[in-house]
């Protein structure tokens, strides 16, 4: 009866999962990891992945001797990184020459194989030799004029010092030029003294050289081995483009329209318009006084505004605007002109050229590209790296993305080629407001000069840059 209870009291047997055993096992671990901190049961370095959980003097010499294999390893790589950057091309088939010929000279019996080799050797023991030692110098690098117009002489100098205490030998120095290369031999030195070298750089095109970094070179004469020293930075000549002197009197059109009175009314210019009754906020200066006295109330003059001129000067990047390069130059010569001329007779100005459209953009970008106005240099700063592009916005996109952004604008020139057709630009003179005068400068060399007038715009055609001083004189005696 007691057995019969006690069978119908018990307990079921319990069901263990996959979960379970795993929650139980990591419990397991934990417990043993905390009861002992040597253990390496669940660790996982460099030790381990060798020895697993040996330990003993075995183990310990073991793992010395991959340390130790690790860390010649380490020298062993860093060597042939060295060798690696002093090593020609020439050198390695020299060195691949080596074993093969005194291996093959000495197997086949061939003398001829083993002088070979043994050649190969001399040769490279004595390019070895060209490496040793390191010379106390001191080299630096100046653009005497960071500035200069294409066309110009424009030089470089490169000054050495011996900073030692000892005679240097000669060394050779390359130099970085643009896309070109200046090799000068330098001499060697006597302890303190110092020696300069000037070289030239070209510039026949406009734009941004950079020169330098300076290198010294040592190699052998056969060219086995060649190591490269930098000692200083690169440089940057900026060749700017040619430009004309525009008197002031040539520009009519901005002599003429700056200081005429317009519509819009103001309390404080030049222009005397009317009287009105005085109002919190006006200066007290221009309260007519004679008028207060006969009316019984503060009168003051009111104003006409007069026009300031602004000169905006926009210039075509497009390719599709110029039928050859020298068109695209010459263009950029008459922008520089304009420009120059301008801030030196502190007008507001406002220089823009073409913006382009990214190769992949999925349309077309209306945008222009705002050139610095703040002073000479700057503005031919920024000229010396402007380039045609076949996406660029043509002159009427340019105009009518100017014309919307600048405001107060009075004198507005176009600059482009000779294939920009008389209908697109007559187009691009109606995208400025009304009252503004409009100039388009066409830069064709295989035309004459001149000039025509239609409504609201103005065509100056000039062949050389020499033209456009005459060509703005005739257009504002016109």
Not at 43 to 67: C, H, K
Not at 242 to 250: A, D, E, F, N, Q
């Amino acid at each position: 009866m007691a057995a019969t209870t006690s069978g119908s009291h018990s307990t079921p047997p319990t069901r263990v999962t996959g979960s379970s055993l795993r929650s139980n096992t990591s419990a397991v671990s934990a417990r043993f990891d905390s009861q002992f901190t040597t253990g390496t049961r669940g660790l996982t370095n460099a030790r381990t992945r060798i020895v697993g959980e040996r330990t003993g003097a075995l183990a310990d010499a073991v793992i010395a001797t991959v340390r130790f294999a690790r860390a010649i390893g380490l020298v062993v790589r860093r060597v042939v990184a060295r060798i690696a950057t002093v090593v020609t091309p020439l050198g390695w088939s020299i060195v691949t020459l080596i074993p093969l010929s005194l291996g093959f000279g000495y197997v086949l019996g061939w003398i001829e194989l083993v002088v070979v080799g043994l050649a190969a050797i001399a040769l490279v023991v004595i390019a070895v030799i060209y490496l040793i030692g390191r010379s106390s110098i001191h080299i630096g690098l100046s653009i005497p004029h960071s500035r200069v117009v294409a066309g110009e002489r424009a030089v470089g100098e490169v000054v050495i010092s011996n900073t030692g205490r000892r005679r240097t030998l000669g060394v050779t120095v390359e130099i970085p030029v643009g896309a070109g290369l200046a090799e000068v031999a330098l001499p060697g030195l006597r302890k303190g003294s110092q020696f300069t070298h000037d070289f030239v750089v070209p510039t026949a095109r406009r734009g941004v050289i950079p020169v330098g970094p300076v290198r010294t070179v040592r190699a052998d004469p056969v060219g086995i081995v060649r190591r490269e020293l930098v000692w200083t930075g690169v440089q940057e000549l900026f060749v700017h483009p040619h430009t004309v002197g525009i008197p002031s009197m040539s520009t009519g059109f901005i002599r003429d329209l700056e200081g005429n009175p317009t519509r819009e009314l103001t309390n404080n210019d030049v222009s005397f318009h009317a009287l009105r009754e005085y109002m919190p906020g006006d200066e007290r200066r221009n309260i007519h006084w004679k008028s207060t006295a006969r009316t019984g109330t503060y009168m003051v003059r009111q104003f006409e505004e007069t026009r300031r001129s602004h000169l905006v000067i926009a210039l075509s990047l497009a390719s599709s605007d110029y039928a050859t390069d020298d068109e695209f130059e010459l263009a950029v010569s008459v922008t520089g002109s304009l420009g120059i001329r301008a801030i030196r007779d502190t007008r507001t100005v406002t220089v823009v050229a073409s913006e382009d459209t990214p190769e992949f953009a999925k349309r077309k970008v209306f945008a222009v590209r705002l050139l610095s106005t703040l002073t000479r240099s700057r503005l031919l700063d920024d000229l010396a790296v402007v380039e045609l592009t076949e996406s660029a916005l043509a002159i009427t996109d340019v105009a009518r993305v100017t014309g919307e952004q600048a405001s107060g604008v009075s004198v507005a020139f176009l600059v482009c080629g000779s294939t920009v057709s008389p209908q697109a630009l007559r187009a691009a003179s109606t995208k400025f407001p009304v009252g503004v005068e409009v100039v388009a400068v066409v830069c064709d060399p295989d035309s004459a000069p001149g000039l025509r007038r239609v409504a609201g715009l103005s065509v100056l055609t000039i062949g050389y840059l020499d033209d456009l001083k005459q060509s703005l004189a005739r257009a504002a005696a016109a």
